[in-house]
Nanobody
Framework: QVQLVESGGGLVQAGGSLRLSCAAS????????MGWYRQAPGKQRELVAA???????NYADSVKGRFTISRDNAKSTVTLQMNSLKPEDTGRYYC????????????WGQGTQVTVSS
């Protein structure tokens, strides 16, 4: 399985941008897909964006056209570029990795806080 460390969160005004990064270590060869989820206070964790080893991406409707996920397989990092941020983007953002290492697994990072002020 893998360990995930996020960075890049912070406080930004509406309309601004932030870039989140997630570095994976451990059995990185076993990763099939990586992604970002977020959780706002009082709400369930939701998918923001995901990317497979082959580069296929999936975005939440609420972030399409504003966020871009990318992945550097050689460096085992995944990045989320967030533009035109809105107050409703506020939440704790978690990096996620899914793969198979003897059995399927799903690992999470500790999360990084993103706060968008109006």
């Amino acid at each position: 399985q893998v360990q995930l460390v996020e960075s890049g969160g912070g406080l930004v005004q509406a309309g601004g941008s932030l870039r989140l990064s997630c570095a994976a270590s451990g059995s990185i060869f076993s990763i099939n897909a990586m992604g970002w989820y977020r959780q706002a206070p009082g709400k369930q964790r939701e998918l923001v964006a995901a990317i497979t080893n082959g580069g296929s991406t999936n975005y939440a409707d609420s972030v399409k056209g504003r966020f871009t996920i990318s992945r550097d397989n050689a460096k085992s990092t995944v990045t989320l570029q967030m533009n035109s941020l809105k107050p409703e983007d506020t939440g704790r953002y978690y990096c996620n990795a899914r793969g198979v290492y003897f059995r399927p697994y799903e690992n999470w990072g500790q999360g990084t806080q993103v706060t968008v002020s109006s």
